[in-house]
């Protein structure tokens, strides 16, 4: 169990609701994971289709708690716009903050991220900021008052594992006392275990998932995964070192050793 | 008649009308949907009290899938 915007969570998987070949498979997906907290957003829809209210219908029947994003926000006017509407659809104080910088990797705005999560916070928010791997933009967000940071592994939906571990790993040992999960970019299982190895409190994850050819079964690699990462990274994992030491004991060595012939 | 932007695209009104009736007339109904004009939130609590005159861009969002 651990505890994070207020929630008590057994899972350390936030699972996304996107790019599912179909709803069913969606809610399968989500319940194989065995997330407790699942990403949504928010869209202009045309008032003779159902207007989102049969998704909206499936995603609260699943118990979970909903984090919206600001999904597409390039601004900080447009984030706080966005947060304040999905608060009241949503019912949540919790919002995923994304404030885009640049079209192309989707890499997030420090400066509007920064400004808008003081504002949102102001305002009585529980901020998720989606961030880079930056150490001091990640410090800047948690003296906001985040409790939780999400720094990129890679970007959105690349798929591309955790391309900066050096950075992860030092934003993981100079912020240790508030959540840090990783945001995007996360392609196989093995990538999220390393994360949970580092010590990182929980992976959100989207993309790897809907996009395998099997997406309920991968969510399952994914839960194990993290639940394996986390095991080992509270087992305490042994340090690396520039030699080799058996792991046979060396007493009793037969036969070929010592004997001069 | 009055026009107004929704969503990005020009819709006629009929005449000025608090934001209540300006959504039944344009199909929103029930609570599956936040709305925001002029790229401001207006909470659903306020939509009896305000008006619209003409010349204004709502953005009507409703839930969807999201990562």
Request: hydrophobic share 40%; glycine share 10%; proline share 7%.
């Amino acid at each position: 169990m651990w505890h994070v915007g207020g929630a008590a969570l057994d899972s350390r998987m936030f699972i996304g609701t996107a790019l599912y070949p179909s709803p069913e498979i969606m809610r399968r997906s989500i319940e194989a994971s065995g997330a407790g907290v699942i990403t949504v957003s928010l869209r202009r829809q045309a008032p003779d289709s159902d207007g989102g209210r049969a998704f909206w219908d499936y995603v609260r029947d699943l118990g979970l708690h909903i984090l919206p994003n600001t999904a597409g926000c390039h601004s900080v006017k447009e984030a706080v716009t966005t947060a304040q509407m999905a608060r009241e659809l949503f019912d949540t104080r919790w919002i995923k903050l994304e404030v885009i910088g640049d079209t192309y990797n989707l890499q997030p705005d420090p400066i509007g991220l920064v400004e808008a999560t003081r504002e949102l916070i102001s305002q009585d928010f529980e901020v998720f900021p989606y961030t880079t791997d930056d150490l001091v933009l990640c410090t800047r967000l948690a003296e906001a008052g985040c409790s939780t940071v999400m720094p990129w592994a890679s970007p959105i939906g690349s798929g591309q594992g955790l391309l900066n571990p050096f950075n992860l790993d030092m934003i993981r040992k100079r912020l240790p006392d508030i959540n840090l999960i990783i945001d995007a970019g996360i392609g196989r299982p093995s990538d999220a275990a390393r994360a949970l190895e580092m010590g990182y409190d929980g992976i959100l994850i989207n993309s790897a998932v809907a996009l395998a050819q099997d997406p309920v079964v991968m969510a399952r690699a994914f839960a194990l995964a993290v639940e394996s990462g986390r095991m080992a990274y509270e087992s305490g994992i042994m340090p690396k070192r520039d030699f080799a030491n058996p792991s046979t004991p060396t007493v009793g060595t037969p036969f070929w050793h010592g004997e001069p012939s | 008649m009055i026009e107004l932007t929704v969503n990005g695209t020009p819709k006629p009104l009929p005449a000025p009308c608090v934001l209540r009736k300006a959504l039944d007339e344009l199909g929103f109904q029930g609570r599956h949907f936040a709305v925001a004009i002029n790229g401001r939130f207006v909470p659903r609590h306020q939509y009896e009290a305000f008006h619209i005159e003409g010349g204004e861009a709502l953005e009507v969002l409703s839930p969807m899938q999201g990562g």
